[in-house]
């Protein structure tokens, strides 16, 4: 009783996916693929990636004397490094095709799941965490040469 329910249930909504697909207008679906892009400019990923070697940089002058040590901050780059790495692989993926994409026009900031964000706003949120660690970094060198 309780499959039958659910069969009908799910042919009602097929049917009606099947009727909105049915109004929307062919050129509506012609970018079919993701569009793989993180809408940042240049200077926010090279603002990243000092702000990492900074960090790693300050860690190493504070915490390097110790072959635990330098394994621990080998093993932290590597994953950085597939971090920008996999970022800048997908970034390429859909490269070329991105170029016939419609631009959407606006200018000075980037599509965020909850709506436009501006330049400002963005680069504070994604910029924030990466520069807060390099200064931890540099502030846990300067109290490892002082002490």
Known sequence: MLMDFQMEGGQAISAEIMAEMEDVPEGYRAPSHEARTFDLPASVWITMFISYAIFFAAL????????????????????????????????????????????????????????WMNSAAANAQILTVPILLAVFACAFAVIRAVV
């Open 60 to 115: 190493f002058v504070a915490t390097g004397h110790g072959i635990a040590a330098i394994f621990a901050l080998v093993v932290s780059i590597a994953y950085t490094v597939m971090y920008f790495g996999t970022a800048a692989v997908l970034n390429n993926v859909t490269a070329a095709e991105r170029k016939a994409l419609p631009q959407d026009g606006r200018i000075g900031g980037i599509e965020t799941q909850t709506g």
